[in-house]
């Protein structure tokens, strides 16, 4: 529950029990409390009705979470890895292409995709959209045994943290290009874990609202990755502001 709706809980919690104690009215079975007492009481039951769906709400978010990131174990079982990564971004309503062909597959707004992609069995993936999805770091496992995987795109995904970033170096021998924009997780801390992928050639980390000091990130990053472009649009810094930052560092 938010600080203000706690607060004014707590103020009617203690204004009813103050008027409660007081008891003006007459102590008669037949007797009611006043008006405003009655309005304190119902307010307060119903912030209590307000805190338990606030509640079940996140518990549900997170158990649909964990749902939709469960690892595919049955699914690559029947098969393989690459059919059970390929579904798994489906399902998400992401879309991805398989190495050695141009077609790409993706699931429509609805989650609708199409089942040919079943006919591909250990046809690697090459190049993964999951782009404002819900994928997570758990959900990442379905996609660990894709060593073939070139181009890997995370934009605005709402779950992607620095623990998903801190896994991405099972792609160190394979993955080009990088996009994390927009995800409002990650933090300096997080992109710190990209130095392991050393074949990166390709990085858009635009517009992280968790990155506090970007210029100075985006220095450190091209040391880190010296073969690698830097994409990162959506920050107000300057020359001047950078190398201060640095110097203080």
Not at 147 to 176: I, N, Y
């Amino acid at each position: 529950m938010s600080a203000p709706l706690v607060s004014l809980l707590g103020c009617c919690l203690r204004s009813s029990r103050l008027i409660v104690a007081r008891r003006p009215w007459s102590s008669s079975p037949m007797s009611s409390p006043p008006l405003h007492t009655r309005l304190l009481l119902y307010l307060t039951k119903r912030f209590y009705d307000v805190e338990m769906l606030l509640r079940l709400k996140s518990l549900m978010k997170r158990r649909g979470l964990r749902t939709e990131n469960a690892y595919y174990s049955f699914t690559q079982s029947l098969y393989g890895a690459d059919i059970a990564a390929a579904y798994y971004t489906l399902r998400l309503k992401g879309g991805f292409r398989f190495a050695g062909h141009s077609e790409w597959y993706r699931a429509d707004h609805k989650g609708k995709f199409n089942w040919d992609f079943l006919n591909y069995k250990d046809t690697p993936l090459e190049e993964v959209d999951m782009s404002y999805t819900v994928i997570n770091y758990i959900g990442l496992s379905n996609l660990e045994g894709q060593r073939s995987l070139r181009t890997l795109s995370v934009r605005g995904c709402p779950e992607v943290d620095d623990w998903f970033l801190a896994r991405l170096h099972v792609f160190q021998d394979s993955l080009k290009e990088l996009d994390i924009s927009h995800c409002p997780r990650i933090t300096t801390g997080g992109l710190v874990a990209l130095r392991n992928l050393k074949g990166l050639r390709r990085l858009d980390v635009s517009a992280l609202p968790g990155v506090s000091t970007p210029g100075l990130v985006i220095i450190l990053l091209e040391e880190m990755l010296p073969q690698c472009e830097i994409i990162a649009s959506g920050y107000d810094y300057n020359l001047k502001e950078v190398v201060e930052e640095r110097s203080q560092g």
